[in-house]
C-alpha cells in the first residue's frame, strides 16, 4: 500500500503540476482582442488589482447575484483554505508558528467546510432551476470532496490514526525517501480521494481558481479611449 | 407569430424566478439569410449538403476562436455550475424556458467544447455533458443563441465574471460559418457596405430629411437650427444610429442634438458616408464586419478633418465606439502606430474621443453654456431606462458609473419631475429592454415581448407609485423595442423617448424675451 500511494500522489503531483501549469500559460498566451472588461470597471491597473482582490476574497459578484450560495460558498472556500493550512503540518519539520497557532482553528474550519458543501448539494438537489443545469460530474466534485472532508473529520474524531507515521511518510515523499504509510482504511479513502481530485484539477470546472485571474470581463481596466488595445492577429489586419 | 393574438405575461406582485418550462422557447426561429445575404459577407450561402462539412467547419473554427479569445477559453472551462446567473436573464424570466438561462444557454455550447476540446469530454462524454455536434444541436444553437440581447447582465452576477453575451457572439459567428445566418442582421449588414447606413437612405433622402427638419424647427422655435450633412471643416462630426434620421421617437431626439450645437455656437456635421452610428457585426461577433463597418467612420472622419467625434444615442453603438474604435479604426487616444497616429493628431485631444452626445451636452450645462425653460417638460413625469450596452460595457464623464449619472444629470437639469425605478432593475442590474442585441425583428415578437417583463414590472410600479408618463433611455433599440411592446403592458407607446428629446423641450435658443 505504502508503495501504491507514494507512486499515486508522484502522479497526481505531476499531473496536477503540469497540467494547470499548461492551462495557465494558455490562457496568458490567448489574447482578448477588444476591450470587455463588465462596467462600471476600474480605470487602471491598482483598481483592476483591488477589484480581483475583492472577487477572489469576498466573492463580490457572488454575493450580488445569490446570498445562499454565496454564504455556503464562502462557508466551504474559507474552510477549505484553513484545513490546507492546517495540513501544512503535514509537509513541513520543524512546523511554523503560525500553522501550529492554527491548529484549533483548522478544526472548525473542517466542519464549516463539509457544511458549506452540504448546503451546495443541497441546493443543487433541491432547486429546480439548479438541478437542471447539474451534471453528473457536478454531483460527484461534491460527492468527492465531502468524503475527503468527512474521512479527514472522522480520523481527527472518531478513527484515529497515526498522524507522526502520515507526516513520517509525506516528508519521505517530499524527499525521495519512501517511508512507510500508516495502514488505516479511511487514511487510503481520504488520500486516495485527494489524489484524484489533483489529477482532474486541470481538466474540469475546478479551472475556475486559476480562471478568474484571466477573466477578461474583470482583470481589463476600463480606458479604451485613452489606451490603444491591440491582439497581434488583429494587428495583421491593419497591413493589408 | 407577431401580432394581437399574442399576449404579454402577466406581471408579478413578487418577482421571483419562475417555474422551469422547458422547451417553452424551443420553437422560435428568425428567418434564415439567403446567399444573396450571406456571400457578400463572405460566409458560406447556406448549410453544406454533407452534414460532415459542416461540422469539420464549425469545430474548426470553434478551435480558431478559442485561440483568438480569452474570454471564450476561459469562460468554456471556469464556469462551476453554481446558479448565481440563472435567474439573471429577462428572457428566462419572461419565458420560463430553463435554456434561456444564461449558464444553460452557454451549456449549449460548452457541452459541444467538452466534447472535442477537452479529455473528460472527449472519454467520459455523460459524465461531464459533453455532446457531439449533431444537425439537431446547430438547431438548438440557431433558436437559443437568438433569443439572448447580449445584454451582460448575468455577467454582473457571475463569481467568474463570465458575460454569456461573449458565448451568443461566438454560436452567431459558427452559425455564419456553418452559412446558417440570421436574415434581419446580415440583410442590414450588407445594406451599411452598400448605402452608409442600416436604414439603406441615400445621400440624397438624408439631406431632403435634414432640409424637413430645418423647416419643422423653424416653424416651431423661430430659429434657424442648421442641421449639416458632409460639412467639411466643421469642429464636430455627429454619428448617430439612422433611425435618429426618420423613426418616431427617434427623430425628437435627432432636433435636440441640433439645438444643443446651435446654442453653444458649436460647428458641427453629420456624414453621409458615415451615416451609421449602429455596428450590427458586434451582435454576429464577427471582428472582420466589426471593423470593416467602424472604419467608415475613420475614412469620414478624415475626409471631413473634424476635430471632435461625437455619438448620438444608442447602446450598442456606444460601446462598439466607445470601447472598440480605438482598437478599429483608431479613434481615439494614446495610440502609438502610423495607422492610430495618423488619426489622433487631427483630433483636438482636450476631448474624449469619442465623445458621448450626453457628455458634450451635460458639459455644456456645466459651463453655463445652455440654458433652459424646465417648466416645459411640467406635463411629463420622467423616469430613466439605462441601456444595457452602456451600462454594463462602456463609461462616460471621467469616474466608473458616470453612465448612469450624466444622462440622469441631464434629465434633472432639463425637467422638473424625474423618478428613478426600483434600485435592482437600473444601474448596472438594468433589465434589457427586450430588443437588443440582434433580435429586433417581428418574427422574434414572441421572445421581445416577453423579455421587456421585468422591465414592465419595474415601470409599472413608478407609474403606480408616482403617475410617471415618460420613461427616457439612450438607445435607437429601446426606443423601437418599447414603442412596439409597450402596448403588450397595456401602456401608450409614445411613453418612451429620447433624453435629447428632453432637452429639445426645454432649451433656450436665444430668442426668447
Ligand atoms: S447576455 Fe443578457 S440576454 Fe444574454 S443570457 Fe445574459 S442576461 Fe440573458
Ligand atoms: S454564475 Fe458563472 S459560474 Fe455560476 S453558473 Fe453562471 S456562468 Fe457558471
Known amino acids: ?240 | 407569430m407577431a401580432g394581437p393574438e399574442l399576449k404579454a405575461p402577466a406581471l408579478r406582485e413578487y418577482p421571483t424566478a419562475p417555474a422551469l418550462q422547458p422547451d417553452a422557447m424551443a420553437g422560435l426561429k428568425c428567418y434564415v439569410a439567403n446567399e444573396k445575404i450571406q456571400e457578400p459577407l463572405g460566409f458560406p450561402g447556406k448549410l453544406a449538403d454533407n452534414w460532415q462539412d459542416t461540422h469539420d467547419r464549425v469545430i474548426g473554427r470553434m478551435g480558431e476562436l478559442l485561440k483568438k479569445y480569452c474570454s471564450f477559453k476561459v469562460f468554456m472551462d471556469a464556469c462551476v455550475h453554481c446558479g448565481a446567473c440563472a435567474d439573471k436573464c429577462h428572457y428566462f424570466l419572461g419565458s420560463g424556458d430553463p435554456k434561456n438561462m444564461p449558464v444553460a444557454r452557454q451549456d449549449l455550447m460548452r457541452s459541444v467544447y467538452r466534447r472535442y476540446f477537452t479529455p473528460t469530454g472527449k472519454m467520459f462524454p455523460s459524465l461531464v455533458g459533453a455532446r457531439d455536434l449533431t444537425p439537431e444541436v446547430l438547431d438548438e444553437w440557431y433558436s437559443y443563441y437568438w433569443q439572448c440581447s447580449e445584454c451582460r447582465r448575468c455577467s454582473v452576477f457571475c463569481p467568474y465574471g463570465i458575460d454569456t453575451a461573449e458565448i451568443t457572439m461566438v454560436g452567431r459567428e459558427l452559425l455564419n460559418y456553418a452559412g446558417y445566418g440570421q436574415k434581419y442582421l446580415n440583410e442590414i449588414i450588407g445594406k451599411v457596405h452598400r448605402v452608409g447606413n442600416n436604414l439603406g437612405l441615400p445621400g440624397p433622402a438624408l439631406r431632403d430629411t435634414l432640409d424637413g427638419l430645418e423647416e419643422d424647427v423653424k416653424e416651431d422655435t423661430g430659429v434657424d437650427v442648421k442641421y449639416p450633412l458632409d460639412e467639411k471643416g466643421a469642429e464636430v462630426l455627429l454619428i448617430t444610429p439612422s433611425a435618429d434620421f426618420f423613426a418616431e421617437p427617434h427623430i425628437d431626439s435627432t432636433i435636440g442634438y441640433g439645438k444643443v450645437f446651435h446654442a453653444a455656437g458649436i460647428s458641427w456635421t453629420f456624414s453621409s458616408l458615415a451615416s451609421e452610428a449602429g455596428n450590427f457585426g458586434m451582435f454576429i461577433g464577427n471582428y472582420d464586419q466589426l471593423r470593416k463597418i467602424a472604419l467608415r467612420i475613420r475614412e469620414a472622419a478624415l475626409d471631413l478633418g473634424v476635430k471632435r467625434i461625437v455619438v448620438g444615442e444608442c447602446g450598442h453603438a456606444w460601446r462598439v465606439a466607445y470601447a472598440f474604435w480605438n482598437t478599429l479604426t483608431g479613434v481615439g487616444a494614446g495610440g502609438k502606430d502610423p495607422f492610430a497616429i495618423e488619426l489622433q493628431k487631427q483630433l483636438d485631444p482636450r476631448f474624449k474621443q469619442p465623445s458621448h452626445i450626453c457628455e458634450v451636452t451635460w458639459d455644456l450645462i456645466q459651463q453655463g453654456r445652455l440654458k433652459f425653460d424646465k417648466s416645459a417638460n411640467d406635463h411629463r413625469v420622467i423616469t430613466f431606462h439605462d441601456s444595457c450596452n452602456v451600462a454594463r460595457a462602456s463609461r462616460m464623464g471621467d469616474y466608473p458609473g458616470g453612465q448612469f449619472d450624466i444622462p440622469r444629470n441631464i434629465v434633472r437639469a432639463v425637467a422638473n419631475k424625474f423618478h428613478d425605478m426600483a434600485e435592482d432593475t437600473i444601474g448596472e442590474k438594468t433589465f434589457c429592454c427586450g430588443g437588443g442585441g440582434g433580435v429586433l425583428t417581428d418574427e422574434l415578437m414572441d421572445i421581445r415581448v416577453k423579455g421587456a417583463l421585468p422591465r414592465m414590472e419595474a415601470l409599472q410600479r413608478v407609474v403606480d407609485d408616482h403617475g410617471v408618463n415618460f420613461m427616457a433611455t439612450i438607445c435607437a433599440i429601446c426606443k423601437a423595442q418599447f414603442t412596439k411592446v409597450l402596448p403588450y403592458y397595456g401602456f401608450k407607446s409614445g411613453m418612451v423617448g429620447g433624453v435629447h428629446q428632453l432637452v429639445s423641450t426645454a432649451i433656450k435658443l436665444g430668442n426668447e424675451q
Open chain 1, 1 to 240: 500500500m505504502t508503495l501504491f500511494f507514494a507512486i499515486l500522489f508522484y502522479f497526481a503531483a505531476a499531473v496536477f503540476v503540469g497540467g494547470l501549469a499548461y492551462k495557465i500559460v494558455d490562457f496568458a498566451r490567448t489574447p482578448s482582442p477588444l476591450s470587455i472588461p463588465t462596467t462600471p470597471a476600474p480605470t487602471s491597473a491598482p483598481g483592476v488589482a483591488f477589484r480581483m482582490f475583492r472577487e477572489v476574497v469576498f466573492f463580490e459578484s457572488l454575493f450580488k447575484g445569490n446570498l445562499w450560495i454565496w454564504a455556503m460558498g464562502a462557508a466551504f472556500h474559507f474552510g477549505l483554505a484553513l484545513v490546507l493550512f492546517r495540513h501544512l503540518r503535514y509537509f513541513t519539520e520543524p512546523v511554523p508558528f503560525v500553522v501550529a497557532v492554527s491548529q484549533p482553528f483548522g478544526i472548525y474550519a473542517g466542519f464549516m467546510m463539509a457544511a458549506g458543501l452540504a448546503g451546495l448539494w443541497a441546493r443543487r438537489l433541491l432547486v429546480e432551476r439548479i438541478r437542471y443545469i447539474s451534471t453528473v460530474s457536478d454531483h460527484l466534485m461534491l460527492v468527492l470532496l465531502l468524503v475527503i472532508a468527512a474521512t479527514g473529520l472522522g480520523m481527527k474524531f472518531l478513527f484515529h490514526t497515526d498522524v507522526v507515521g502520515v507526516k513520517a511518510f509525506f516528508l519521505g515523499l517530499m524527499s525521495f525517501d519512501i517511508q512507510p504509510l500508516p495502514a488505516h482504511p479511511g487514511l487510503y479513502i481520504h488520500l486516495g480521494a485527494v489524489a484524484l481530485l489533483l489529477i482532474v484539477f486541470p481538466y474540469s470546472k475546478l479551472l475556475h481558481a486559476p480562471g478568474i485571474f484571466f477573466s477578461p470581463t474583470r482583470n481589463m481596466a476600463d480606458d479604451p479611449r485613452e489606451t490603444r488595445h491591440l491582439a497581434s492577429w488583429a494587428a495583421q489586419l491593419e497591413k493589408n
